[in-house]
Structure formats: structure tokens, C-alpha cells
């Protein structure tokens, strides 16, 4: 059995399509989209219907697949000042985006994680986050003890795979005797690396197999569509996604921790203050 998990497709459409040719030629049985299908990127709708459309596919909530339902019914679980705060422009649009297609509620069924169980090999457990909080990371930096209670769990029998994705960074490492994989991103890396990031999960006699891919695309039809499709005019967290496309790194949550310490406002003045400060992050 070869599985290919995949996360952070954030609305790219173009890397998606590149990730599921690679993942049909390199022998993928089964998908399994670990979160944060929508948002950040112009092709919210398109990405869901493909992926609805196929047979193969199996769920887990992510953090941006939940955003976008609770900002639309305006949920009490968010700040009540970020539906006034201009800043959440992109957020707004996509939600609009997904519900006029119809399928803005459909992440509502999607479980928080998933477990696999392959007789003979060790038991495997994915989530966006963690099965705690898909706003949890998982990777090599993850504490020792969270690792040891993500892994063994009162009552159940251990896993010896834990899988993420949200940190939009692949990980293959071993700590306390469990596996630690995190998918990477499809549509959105922080690595430096542009390229559309999944992962192949094989079961072999000799135990669980798992290979990071990158798969390279052309990333221009993207970076059209923000202009095109009316995201660019949403104000400046469209910027900052699609520049986080350009670059390859993240910058919208380093923005952001930036402003909340400093106590500024989210504005296109602060943002040129902290690429400033931060030129290592700048766009060309």
C-alpha cells in the first residue's frame, strides 16, 4: 500500500494538479489531504471540487477549512474585532468565494485526525496539528513528552507514526522511538523551496516507508490568478499570501507576532516597517 498525504494546498490550484500527477506516478493508492485545503490562495473553489470529485480521498480538518465557516457565521470562537479590521479582506473573500459555490460548510464533517492501521506495522496517526488542536505543531522541535503523550495514549495501543502538516515545512525524524513526519506544503512552502511539497507513505515488509516530495510547477498561472480573480483588492493580507508564494517563506505569521508584540496596526505602512527590519523576507 503506497499513500500519498498532502496539506496546505491553501487555494493553489496549479499545485495541486502538480502533486496529484506525481502522486499518480509514483504509484499512490489512496489519498489523504491533511488540512488546509482553502484559503490564502485565489483557487479555493477549484481545489475542493477537484479533490471532492475523486473517489480516493480522505480528510482531516485544518485550521484555514474551519476559519473560513466560522468567519462567515461570524462565530463567538473568533475575535469579535476581526470582522471590522480590513486586514481580514482575503479571509472574507474566500469565505464569499466558497459559499456562493456552495461548499463553504463541507470541512464541517472532516474528523480532526485519522488513524492507520496496517497489520504488521506500527500504528499510524495523522492530523493537521496534532489530534489535540490542528494549530498545534508537530515536528523535529516538538517537546519529547508531547511527543511521548501524542504516542501513548491511556487505554490504546502506542503509534509509532505521528504525522502533521501546518508548519508548511517537511520533517522526517525520530524522536523517542516514534516517527515524526510533517507533509510540508503543497501550495504554500516556508522552506525557500517553491516547489509543491507532499508526502509518500509505502508499507513494506521492513516497516513504514516515507519519502518527501517536491514536485516542481509553474508558478506564474497562480500568481495571475491573485491579480485576475479580485483577491489583490482585498487589502494587505492578499499581498503578504501571494508574496509568501513568491518567496517560499513564511510571512504572514512572523507579521503578525511582530505587530502583536509591537502593538501596531496591520497595515501596508507596518508591513514596508517590518521588511525593513526584516530584509532577509523580501520579496524580488
Excluded: C, K
Aim: aromatic share 8%; net charge neutral.
Amino acid at each position: 500500500m503506497r499513500l500519498a498525504v498532502l496539506a496546505d494546498i491553501h487555494g493553489n490550484a496549479d499545485a495541486l494538479r502538480a502533486v496529484l500527477r506525481d502522486a499518480r506516478n509514483q504509484g499512490a493508492e489512496r489519498l489523504i489531504v491533511n488540512g488546509d485545503v482553502v484559503n490564502r490562495g485565489p483557487d479555493s473553489v477549484e481545489v475542493l471540487r477537484t479533490l471532492l470529485e475523486r473517489t480516493d480521498v480522505t480528510f482531516t480538518l485544518g485550521n484555514h477549512d474551519d476559519l473560513l465557516r466560522l468567519w462567515h457565521t461570524r462565530s463567538a470562537n473568533l475575535p469579535a474585532d476581526w470582522f471590522t479590521d480590513p486586514f481580514w479582506g482575503a479571509t472574507a473573500w474566500s469565505a464569499e468565494q466558497l459559499d456562493h459555490a456552495g461548499l463553504l460548510h463541507v470541512p464541517a464533517s472532516w474528523p480532526m485526525f485519522l488513524d492507520l492501521h496496517q497489520a504488521g506495522l506500527s500504528a499510524v496517526q495523522m492530523a493537521h496539528g496534532t489530534r489535540d488542536h490542528y494549530r498545534e505543531s508537530l515536528s523535529d522541535r516538538s517537546a519529547p513528552d508531547r511527543i511521548a503523550a501524542l504516542a501513548h495514549r491511556p487505554g490504546e495501543a502506542p503509534y509509532g507514526v505521528l504525522i502533521g502538516s501546518h508548519i508548511h515545512r517537511p520533517v522526517h525524524a525520530t524522536l523517542n522511538g516514534v516517527l515524526i513526519l510533517n507533509t510540508g506544503a503543497v501550495g504554500a512552502p516556508a522552506t525557500g523551496d517553491p516547489r509543491a511539497q507532499y508526502l509518500l507513505l509505502t508499507a513494506t515488509p521492513q516497516g513504514w516507508e516515507a519519502t518527501l516530495r517536491a514536485v516542481p510547477y509553474d508558478r506564474r498561472g497562480v500568481l495571475r490568478r491573485f491579480e485576475t480573480s479580485g483577491l489583490m483588492r482585498t487589502g494587505l493580507s492578499a499581498h503578504i499570501f501571494r508574496d509568501e508564494v513568491v518567496t517560499a517563506r513564511s510571512l504572514y505569521t512572523p507579521y503578525w507576532a511582530w505587530t502583536e508584540r509591537a502593538g501596531l496596526p496591520r497595515t501596508h505602512a507596518t508591513w514596508a516597517q517590518f521588511l525593513r527590519q526584516h530584509p532577509d523576507l523580501e520579496p524580488v
